[in-house]
């Protein structure tokens, strides 16, 4: 099973972000969502953000994500 989960834009060069998953950065393509902009919260499936989300929704979906891994 994939899943996609929220990460926070810290830099963007071209067609390609650094993104934050909570301290792990990694590099990912906005090949798929070129509005993106530093600072923003994405979807990241498979090494591309595939939309843009709220903090507030990257934050709600995060914590569940949390929840899941303790049980």
Known sequence: M???VPAKIVS???EEAIVDFGG???TISL???PEAQVED???VHA???ISLMTEEEA???ITLLDKLEQK
């Open 12 to 14: 963007i060069s071209g």
């Open 41 to 43: 919260y994405v979807i």
């Open 47 to 49: 090494g591309y953000a």
């Open 2 to 4: 994939c899943v996609a």
């Open 31 to 33: 090949l798929f969502t």
């Open 59 to 61: 934050v709600e979906t």
């Open 24 to 26: 792990l950065y990694r």
